[in-house]
């Protein structure tokens, strides 16, 4: 069966990046590395990993519209909220048709993450 192993972004500062992450949802670091000039680190997200990647020249902005997002589901939704409340992000607010509430919020770099109170699975 296949499985997923990461999802890799392109950020701009490493170290605030990992800041973020780290901060906001206690993702440890498992591998931080250089390829060439380019930094990397790799958090575990948890049933998979988030490969962080600074290099120059690299896409300074994430591409246009809603087309990707990384979406993870909390058990603590209400903690985070308030946390992103206190970050002063720009938040979306949406409840879906089964009543389970979601949030769409940037990273520092601009990535859409979305917050999942309950998960599809």
């Keep these: 069966m ?3 192993d990461h999802i890799g ?3 701009k500062d490493l170290s605030k990046s990992l800041d973020f992450y780290k901060d ?3 993702f440890p670091v498992v591998n931080e590395f250089g390829s060439g000039e380019a930094k990397i680190a790799v958090m575990d997200i948890g049933g998979g990993l988030l490969e962080l990647v600074q290099r120059p020249g690299s896409p300074g902005t994430p591409p246009g ?5 990384l979406a993870l589901h909390v058990p603590d ?3 985070k909220l308030a946390k992103l409340e206190g970050m002063g992000l720009e938040l979306r607010k949406v409840t879906a048709s089964n009543g389970s ?3 769409f919020f940037k990273d ?3 990535h859409t993450l979305e917050l999942m109170e309950k998960g599809f699975a």
């Excluded at 519209?65 to 997002?69: A, E, V």
Aim: charged share 15%; with cysteine; net charge negative.
């Design 65 to 69: 519209g809603n087309w990707s997002h």
């Design 9 to 11: 972004l392109y950020v």
């Design 24 to 26: 906001l949802f206690g």
């Design 108 to 110: 520092p770099d601009g």
């Design 77 to 79: 939704f209400d903690d």
């Design 101 to 103: 509430r979601l949030c």
């Design 2 to 4: 296949t499985s997923l």
